[in-house]
């Protein structure tokens, strides 16, 4: 069974401050895909990053960066210099290989004030 | 790009009415499309999986003769809440699948569906 845990329920921080969003998974599968996605306050989500088992390779896109550690089963997500429009629910997923379904962990909703 | 749209975006209706719900991938061929439901402040649920052309998948404790999932095209599914009631309430999401070499799924805006 797969499973996703996002121990961070809610996050405040004040714009420009650095933040990281936990991420632990657990699955049997050798292979599989890791996954964040935003939803800020209208609904939509929307697709941030995906990244495969074998690659390991952190990710850095403006100011988001991705830290994926197979020891620790861990797929942690940092926004640097955050701004107010980062404000929303986070969810880090997980799927296994081929046609197999997400799992969602149960968001991280991050607040950033001015 | 990746563009999913859902229709209604919001849906306020009686209890015992239908409520027909369409997502739509805009620029790529979907063989296989989510259905999700989302309490306030809660993770998604999926509720089915469709294939283009076959019967949907439903997960566990999903009423199939209740929420009725239609994947007629490559590019549209249809999702209809039969006979709503107000535990019908929800946030529903779709979500689209390019093709079989990826797993990304791209989400639609979402239909917030009111049952009075």
């Known amino acids: 069974a797969q499973k996703v845990t996002q121990a961070q329920t809610e996050i405040s921080v004040v714009e420009k401050e650095d933040v990281t969003l936990d991420c632990v998974y657990e699955t049997r599968d050798t292979t599989y895909y890791l996954f964040w996605y935003k939803q800020p306050p209208s609904g939509e989500l929307v697709f941030l990053i995906r990244?495969?088992?074998?690659?390991?390779q952190n990710e850095i896109s403006g100011r988001y960066s991705w830290n994926f550690q197979k020891s620790t089963s861990s797929f942690n997500f940092t926004i640097t210099a955050s701004q107010v429009v980062d404000s929303a629910v986070y969810f880090c997923?997980?799927?296994?290989?081929?046609?197999?379904?997400?799992?969602f962990g149960k968001g991280t909703m991050l607040l950033v004030s001015p | 790009g990746a563009v999913v749209s859902q229709h209604p975006s919001r849906v306020i209706c009686k209890s015992g009415t239908s409520v027909k719900i369409e997502c739509r991938s805009l620029?790529?061929?979907?063989?296989?499309m989510f259905w999700y439901r989302q309490f306030p402040k809660k993770s998604l649920m999926l509720m089915a999986t469709s294939n283009e052309g076959s019967k949907a998948t439903y997960e566990q404790g999903v009423e199939k003769d209740k929420f009725l999932i239609n994947h007629a095209s490559l590019t549209l599914s249809t999702l209809t809440v039969t006979s709503a009631h107000p535990e019908d309430s929800s946030f529903y999401i779709c979500?689209?699948?390019?093709?079989?070499?990826?797993?990304?799924?791209?989400f639609g805006p979402g239909t917030r569906l009111t049952v009075l």
């Open positions: 997923a997980l799927s296994g290989p081929g046609y197999s379904t997400l799992t």
């Open positions: 990244r495969n088992s074998f690659d390991e």
């Open positions: 979500s689209a699948r390019k093709d079989s070499s990826t797993d990304t799924q791209y």
């Open positions: 620029d790529f061929q979907a063989t296989t």
